[in-house]
């Protein structure tokens, strides 16, 4: 089977234009055919702020009532979504800029209510890899915006590194999928403040040895558990490492 390469970029990195450009470039030098996924999360709160509407987060993650929807609607599927697809054809990469709602790629259910409200929020009930098969076979390079929908004329604000892991799941009956997560640090860090403690190989066991002891906490354990689900499912690599090592190699591998 060919490869393919699955890209999950954080806000950070693609919303600001100097760092942006340089992921980009090192993105293109990747072989075979390639997803990108972005976030954006930072420039929704600077326009929410600018709107008047207010940010509510709990736990890392962002309640999405109707009126922040719209917010996250805008700026990940339209300003980031179109400025990365823009740098893309710069570069002479042919992307088309999609959210779940188009050619039906993801299809989501709101999030029930439990303990916490999250409000219009969708967890992920399938993903149409036909579509995305045939764009990638007429080389398109898709950029997906974590924007799905529910099939009954509603958006959902969808959790990006689950969106990243569920279309890897997807199309690793097709291809070889790797799988890379991108964010500011070098990899998973046995020390947050020390670069040098990037751990270069986790396993399930280890994970949650290092969960308990604390040492892995916040927004990083779920990113794992995308990550093990992932490797549980058929994807043949996950990495997840700093947006400068994307085309290197480098970070912590997920086995």
């Not at 090192?26 to 972005?38: E, P, S």
Request: glycine share 8%.
């Amino acid at each position: 089977m060919h490869q393919l390469t699955i890209v999950k970029i954080g806000g950070k990195i693609v919303e600001n234009s100097e760092s942006l450009t340089t992921f980009l470039k090192d993105f293109n030098l990747i072989v075979g055919d390639k997803i990108l996924i972005h976030g954006g999360g930072r420039s929704a709160t600077d326009l929410a702020e600018k709107l008047g509407v207010e940010t509510k987060m709990t736990n890392g993650r962002r309640i999405t009532d109707a009126e922040m929807l719209k917010v996250v609607i805008m700026v990940y599927a339209g300003l980031v979504n179109k400025n990365i697809v823009a740098q893309l054809q710069k570069l002479q990469m042919d992307a088309i800029g999609l959210s779940g709602a188009d050619i039906n790629l993801i299809l989501s259910q709101k999030r029930p209510v439990k303990d916490i409200n999250y409000g219009f929020v969708g967890d992920i009930k399938e993903i149409n890899a036909p579509a995305l098969l045939d764009l990638l076979k007429q080389n398109y390079l898709p950029v997906i915006a974590p924007i799905t929908h529910d099939g009954n004329g509603n958006l959902l604000n969808t959790n990006a590194d689950t969106i990243a892991a569920e279309i890897a799941k997807a199309m690793a009956f097709d291809y070889n999928v790797r799988l890379i997560y991108c964010f500011e640090k070098k990899g998973v860090l046995l020390n947050e403040a020390d670069e040098k403690s990037c751990i270069p190989v986790l396993d399930f066991e280890s994970f949650q040895q290092y969960k308990t002891e604390g040492i892995i906490q916040g927004g990083m354990i779920p990113k794992l558990d995308n990550a093990f689900q992932a490797i549980a499912s058929g994807v043949k690599e996950v990495i997840i490492t700093c947006a400068s090592e994307v085309n290197t190699g480098k970070g912590t591998y997920i086995q």
